[in-house]
Structures are given as structure tokens and as C-alpha cells.
């Protein structure tokens, strides 16, 4: 199993709201991530479109991934997002990282969420620290 795959494994098993989100990992390699869901009823807002978080966690949990994919664990210092067409339930997300600027300590992602039709739903931007710390450092 590769690193990326293993790291991610590894996440996910331990992410209950990923979990209940109903994430599907299509693609994870250092630095990258895609990943697929489909909106519930019960994630649905008094506007009955969904609620803005669910995009926003997709967009958050594949940042992590891309992320920490590379073995080094880090974290979220900074992110947002813009919601460019609502969402409904049976919609389909995926979404989508590229890894935009890397040094040492910090690394700024651009993520890019599309519905079924692949209309673009939202756009997420992410900036994470890098620990330093790895996910399975050798004993």
C-alpha cells in the first residue's frame, strides 16, 4: 500500500463526521486529493438546499487528505469558501485539490467542488501548517 493511501486510511477510519458525510476517496496521492458524496435530506437547510457546511466539509476533508497525504501530518490555519450555485439532496459532489504554493512549514491548496453535471458548486481555498511530525515514522 502506498503512504498516501495508508495516511488516508488511517484519517478516515478515525472521522466519524467524514464517515457520516458518506465520502467516497476516488483518487490520493501526495498532494492530491478527489473525492465524492451524495447530499442527503437531512443535510438540507429551511431553504431546503444544502446547508452550506456540507459543501464546506467535503472541501475541508479533501484538504486534509491532500495534505497530510505526503506522510507529514498537518493541520488548517486558514480557509474559505465561495458557493457559486446551490446544492440540493441527490446531488452528487466531487471534489477536487491542487496543491498551489509548498515550503516546509505552510502549504496553500485551491479546491474545487462540482456537482454531477460538473457544474462547479463552490470554490474552497485552504492554507494548512505542516508539523514536521509524521504519520508512521519508523521505530
Known sequence: MNLAKKVVDKMISGDAFSQW???????????????????RDEMTNGFNIAHGGIAYSLADSCLAFSANA?????????TSISHT???????ILIAT??????????TLYYITITNQDN????????TVYRTGKEWFPEN
Open 85 to 91: 450555485k446551490k446544492v440540493a439532496s441527490g446531488d
Open 97 to 106: 485539490s491542487k496543491e498551489m504554493n509548498k515550503s516546509s512549514k505552510t
Open 119 to 126: 457544474l462547479e458548486v463552490a470554490h474552497f481555498k485552504g
Open 70 to 78: 505526503n506522510g507529514i501530518q498537518a493541520v488548517s490555519i486558514e
Open 21 to 39: 458525510l458518506g465520502i467516497e476517496i476516488l483518487e490520493i496521492t501526495e498532494g492530491f486529493c478527489k473525492l465524492k458524496m451524495t447530499v
